[in-house]
């Protein structure tokens, strides 16, 4: 079993819709981060948590430390989200483990 | 701050070569990341350096794989001699302490 698990692998929204992709984690973690990364490739850092929320712009980011369980919303969703949106554990030492991400296409 | 700045950004090289990716991390960030990005495998940390000293290369496949980081500024990820499988995406990235990290552009690998 895989230590950061991400669902769905895959999801296809329209336009406007709000979508959510959940990470778990079975190991002990001092912060989550989400990222993106873009047909181009590069990757960006998008949040950064270790407990509560966090909000920027259309993204909401939350996390239960003890459930061991993240969530990333995205409201009125656009094409331009479309994206691979990765959640990545730092367990201690400074070390990210990844989940295998989820490939969001927005159509409009 | 131009970020974290890899080179090349694409390498295609014939099996057996040695190939040398750089790493230039951003300035006064003290801990450098060495990642390799696959289809099959998702992202995977080969190894990391804190304060220039490697600290955890547990992730560094076979003894073909080398890193080093002389300075502050620079660090490279060395295979000899590379094989087909080698054949990622390869990310350098730099954070100033245990937080953010900031990714560079990547090096796409292509050994035939």
């Known amino acids: 079993k895989n230590e950061v698990e991400q669902s769905p692998q895959n999801l296809t929204a329209q336009e406007g819709e709000f979508i959510t992709i959940n990470c778990s984690y079975s190991v002990g973690i001092s912060a989550l981060h989400w990222l993106q990364q873009h047909p181009g490739g590069g990757i960006v850092s998008l949040f950064m948590?270790?407990?509560g929320k966090k909000k920027h712009g259309r993204l909401i980011a939350t996390i239960n430390i003890q459930e061991k369980h993240s969530s990333l919303h995205i409201t009125a969703s656009h094409p331009r989200d479309s994206a691979v949106y990765i959640c990545?554990?730092?367990?201690?030492?400074?070390?990210?483990?990844f989940g295998a991400g989820t490939i969001l296409r927005v159509k409009s | 701050d131009a970020g974290v700045i890899q080179s090349p950004r694409h390498e295609v090289t014939e099996m057996g070569q040695e190939v040398t990716l750089r790493c230039k991390p951003i300035s006064g960030h003290n801990s450098l990341f060495w990642y390799r990005q696959t289809m099959m495998r998702g992202l995977e940390l080969l190894i990391y350096?804190?304060?220039?000293?490697?600290?955890?290369d547990s992730g560094m496949p076979e003894d073909r794989f080398s890193a080093k980081m002389p300075n502050a500024s620079f660090s490279t990820l060395k295979i000899q001699p590379s094989e087909p499988r080698d054949s990622a995406v390869y990310f350098c990235?730099?954070?100033?302490?245990?937080?953010?990290?900031?990714f560079g552009p990547g090096t796409r690998l292509t050994v035939t």
């Open positions: 990235a730099s954070t100033p302490g245990p937080g953010e990290q900031y």
């Open positions: 350096f804190n304060n220039n000293v490697p600290i955890d």
């Open positions: 948590l270790s407990s």
């Open positions: 990545a554990v730092l367990s201690y030492g400074n070390k990210l483990v």
